[in-house]
């Protein structure tokens, strides 16, 4: 090779080589110093987990809450965090308190972190199924909905500390002691709370392998068809009016409600007739559970089921339908979407990995939260097989998912996803 052909070279790497030694970018130091703090945290993390884990926390075991409420409060006072506790709503729910944690910054943003400390196991599950971790799969009841999500809300409570970062007015974490029973003791307190913020992060999910975020989820309730007929003896049927029968008929008659294009299901779930063997029931009832995505899809319903029930096939039994739509749906919004896209942009730009968006078969507090801010769900670090003993939550994924959800945070505080203050009543 000539002299002449070596130089192009030398002089590219001359070039090249002190812009390769500058320095990292203000940003791009301190996003390297924050994933490099959520590496280090997964041990904290294990830990919490492994504490939450190992108390009974069932939404119907009111000694359960109490405890793991005492200990999940004394550990956002040891955050720094300012701790309200707000009684369940409903008889029923005396002595169960739902946590409101704060932490005060010096910014303009308020931000809502939502999870919840219930589980649907019943005391005595910790025990007889503690905690372990296998193949890297973290176990324990709840592991899968949604203890996850609460250790990663405090874990990156504490991350952000450490990391002094405070260009926020709020971070409030909202606890929930009853989402697995319907949040009905929370929903007012979580509407109210969602009014005052500017976004909610809900932390719920994440995916198998925490490579997910939800964008929306269902809402729902039910539908209560009543039949009224007239009582005989079988031995003279003739003479009465099979409310059970007419029941069977108009269930059959809708059995194409759902709409799967839009994402609706309607599932006869119960149902009964009848007293005695040898009387023709008078009364007959039935259960339609409803499951919704589209909250247009209420109307529809109710217009087809009126419809359908005024067509008696025996004209001696009336029929009636009862409606009761108790969750609306977490609908896929343009600030859902604006929240999601940054979301995906930083796990992809700054982790390196790609996020999916996922629908949510069933329903959680966001579906409340969605009412009154802009919100995305799914920002638990990993969760799988909810509700089943084969329940876990990977622990790979989890300071990529700690730091999805801190940076997220920042986003949002520094006015990089929805408008600060828009939102708020």
């Known amino acids: 090779m000539s002299k002449r052909s070596l130089f192009l070279p030398r002089l590219c790497a001359a070039l090249l080589l002190p812009l390769l030694c500058l320095p990292l970018s203000a940003q791009a130091a301190q996003d390297s110093a924050l994933m490099n703090a959520c590496k280090e945290a997964v041990p904290a993390y294990t830990d919490l987990f492994k504490a939450l884990v190992s108390q009974d926390s069932g939404s119907m075991d009111i000694a359960g809450l109490s405890a793991k409420k005492d200990f999940l409060v004394s550990r956002l006072k040891a955050l720094g965090a300012e701790v309200e506790l707000l009684e369940a709503a409903g008889e029923k729910r005396k002595g169960t308190y739902n946590i409101v944690a704060r932490v005060r910054g010096t910014g303009k943003a308020r931000i809502l972190l939502l999870s919840h400390y219930d589980t649907v196991w019943p005391a005595g599950e910790a025990a007889s199924r503690p905690f372990t971790i296998k193949d890297g799969r973290i176990c324990g009841p709840g592991a899968g909905d949604t203890i996850s999500g609460v250790a990663g809300c405090l874990t990156v409570l504490d991350i952000l500390q450490k990391q002094n970062y405070r260009d926020f007015e709020v971070l409030t974490l909202f606890l929930n002691a009853d989402e697995e029973i319907g949040s009905f003791g929370a929903i007012d307190q979580i509407m109210a709370e969602a009014a005052r913020h ?10 198998e392998n925490g490579d997910s975020v939800a964008v929306a989820c269902r809402g729902g309730g039910r539908v209560t068809i009543t039949v009224k007929g007239k009582r005989a003896h079988t031995g003279q049927p003739h003479l009465g009016h099979n409310a059970g029968v007419e029941l069977v008929r108009q269930i059959h008659g809708m059995l194409d409600l759902a709409d799967r294009e839009k994402w609706t299901d309607c599932t006869w779930s119960l149902g009964s007739f009848g007293t005695n063997v040898n009387v023709v ?45 108790s969750r609306p749906p977490f609908e896929y919004t343009g600030s859902t979407a604006v929240l999601a896209g940054a979301a995906r942009r930083i796990f992809q730009e700054e982790v390196g990995r790609t996020l999916n968006y996922e629908r949510s078969w069933g329903s959680s507090d966001a579906n409340w939260a969605s009412q009154k801010t802009p919100t995305l769900e799914g920002l638990g670090m990993s ?24 940076r997220l945070i920042q986003e949002t505080c520094e006015g990089r996803t929805v408008p600060i203050g828009a939102a708020r009543q």
């Open 281 to 325: 029931p008078d009364s007959a009832t039935a259960t339609l559970q409803v499951r919704i995505a589209d909250s247009s899809e209420v109307e529809r319903l109710k217009r087809d089921i009126l419809e359908r029930i005024s067509h008696v096939t025996d004209p001696g039994c009336t029929v009636e339908a009862q409606f009761s739509i």
């Open 198 to 207: 500017d976004a909610a992060f809900s932390t719920e999910g994440g995916g």
């Open 383 to 406: 969760s799988a097989n909810a509700h089943q003993r084969s329940e876990f939550s990977a622990l790979a994924p989890v300071p990529d998912r700690l730091y999805l959800l801190a």
